[in-house]
């Protein structure tokens, strides 16, 4: 039973335990999660932005609207990337960050340039920005490399930090399985011993007799199984020995109290023949009264012995177990 | 008989003049039973004040063996309800009332004989009487059940009531006197050996009063 009560509280202990640390990994994910989410906007940004420069370096007249609102989003994004970074923060995330913005800057100055030049109509200006969309396409490619590196880097920083952790709650929850499946090969005993009693309990009701009861038959390692099983046999074996010395105890007094009798009467029936042939004695008489009086307490003790014994006999083989 | 015939008839209502003989019998009734009729159980409860006119009643219990513990007879003339109380308006029966003869029984409403003579101060001391007679019964009861020995027993009620042993069989006179059978044969021949009664086609006949007297007192 100690061993059930303390696998009881490691059980406890281990799933409040692992439920406290899968929602912190939880909460790591979720971190993660809007970390890859920015990147991936700011990817999705440049290549609009990039979009936006070939149209418009096609369609000259189109508006640069579409463009500054890509810039402005992307500009917007980034202020969100820097407070992510913040918490996972490394070395080599942190010099491919200054990469990206690095980049970033000649790819916004690129635009700049674009856009003023974009406006002006001259053979020089032409070549100008021929050259200026070149760049950048080139640059742009370049930022979409860079932010995938970013990504994987920063896979690989996440799982490398949170290797432990993983580990852990692995190695947890293998000792909870481990834990229950003991629980359970220790509960399987004091099931069947339950069961055992539970039917040997019905037996005995539903038979409606004490008689004869049959004791418990356990097979079983466990101290606590067994010492309650022994206490319910001893309890079983005392209660069968009360009922067999019970009626043994009643036959006899009733046998010795006929032996009385008999003595009685024998000396009652030499009373009488010795009152036959003398006068009434008085002492005689007293004598002869006491004898009957005797007799009467005999038989009706006799009586009484057999009230008991019906008593008995009713509640070893009467319906009273039954209510 | 009338209702009122009877109760002047009855000792217990003599104080009573004719207008209140006349009130009484306003909320009384009659009613006959046939022999072994079950009148009342134990610890039943009754609106009536109950008077055996005519008859015999018994009064008795039955022990967890379903044995007849025999207590007392209830002879005519006699107050057949057992009074606990006087505060209460219901009387409760102590022991179960069988009919040993048939007989007239004479009902009164309690409540009404209480409101209009009781609480006057009328009939206290008569109830009172019948009171102490149910008391001395009682006595009896308790000096045949653990004072009095078997010879005792059989010698005070051959003593006290010839008639009733007479009437009765034996078996139902053992019953009575809480003894075997056998020991009332043996007491009978003990007390025939000794002169002191004479048995005659299984009638007793005393032929020795004061020896009978002695035997029961000794």
Redesign the interface.
């Known amino acids: 039973m100690t061993k059930i009560k303390i696998v009881g509280i490691l059980i406890f202990t281990l799933s409040i335990t692992l439920a406290l640390l899968s929602s912190h990994m939880s909460k790591q994910n979720s971190i993660n999660n809007d970390f890859l989410d920015v990147i991936n906007a700011q990817k999705a940004f440049t290549q609009d932005i990039a979009k936006n420069i070939f149209f418009i370096y096609r369609y000259r007249k189109t508006s640069t609207n579409e463009l500054d609102k890509s810039i402005k989003a992307f500009i917007k994004n980034m202020k969100n990337k820097d407070r992510l970074i913040v918490q996972g923060d490394s070395k080599s995330i942190s010099n491919k960050l200054d990469d990206i913005t690095s980049a970033w800057n000649k790819y916004y100055l690129l635009v700049q340039n674009f856009r003023d030049t974009k406006e002006i109509v001259s053979p020089y200006a032409n070549i100008l920005l021929d050259k200026l969309v070149n760049d950048i396409y080139h640059i742009n490619i370049n930022l979409v490399l860079e932010f995938d590196e970013l990504i994987k880097l920063h896979n690989k920083e996440y799982d490398n930090k949170h290797y432990f952790t993983k580990t852990l709650q692995y190695t947890l929850f293998t000792l909870l399985v481990m834990l229950l499946l003991y629980l359970f090969t220790q509960l399987k005993g004091l099931i069947s011993f339950m069961q055992k009693f539970l039917s040997t309990s019905k037996k005995i009701i539903t038979n409606s007799s004490i008689k004869e009861l049959e004791p418990i038959k356990i097979k079983d390692e466990n101290k606590e199984i067994l010492l309650a099983s022994n206490n319910f046999n001893f309890l079983v074996e005392k209660i069968n020995i009360s009922i067999e010395n019970s009626s043994r105890s009643i036959e006899h007094s009733f046998s010795s109290l006929y032996q009385v009798e008999n003595n009685i009467e024998d000396l009652l029936e030499l009373i009488y023949t010795m009152q036959k042939s003398l006068p009434i004695d008085k002492e005689l008489t007293k004598k002869e009264d006491a004898l009957i009086d005797s007799l009467e307490e005999l038989t009706t003790s006799a009586k009484k012995l057999q009230d008991l014994k019906s008593d008995l006999d009713a509640l070893v083989s009467s319906c009273i177990l039954k209510s | 008989m009338t209702i009122k015939e009877i109760l002047e008839s009855l000792e217990f209502f003599s104080s009573l003049d004719v207008q209140e003989i006349e009130l009484l019998s306003s909320f009384s009734s009659l009613s006959s039973y046939a022999n072994e009729y079950l009148l009342h159980y134990e610890n039943e409860q009754s609106q009536n004040l109950e008077f055996l006119i005519s008859g015999l009643a018994k009064s008795y219990k039955i022990d967890k ?1 379903k044995n007849e513990i025999f207590l007392y007879y209830i002879y005519k003339g006699s107050l057949l309800s057992e009074i606990e109380t006087f505060k209460s308006q219901t009387l409760d029966f102590f022991s179960n009332i069988s009919i040993a003869e048939e007989s007239l029984v004479l009902n009164i409403d309690y409540e009404l004989f209480k409101s209009n003579f009781l609480d006057k101060n009328k009939l206290c001391l008569e109830l009172s009487c019948e009171v102490n007679a149910r008391s001395q019964k009682l006595q009896s009861l308790i000096n045949r059940e653990f004072i009095y ?3 005792q027993k059989v010698s005070m009620m051959l003593y006290g009531d010839l008639e009733m042993f007479n009437k009765l069989k034996r078996h139902d006179i053992s019953l009575i006197l809480h ?2 059978p ?2 009332l044969s ?2 009978l021949n ?1 007390l025939k ?3 002191i009664i004479d048995i005659i086609h299984g009638q007793i006949k005393v032929l020795d009063i004061n020896a009978l007297k002695e035997v029961a007192n000794d």
Do not use: E, P
């Open positions: 063996h020995d078997s010879v003894i075997q056998a020991t043996r007491v003990r050996r000794n002169n």
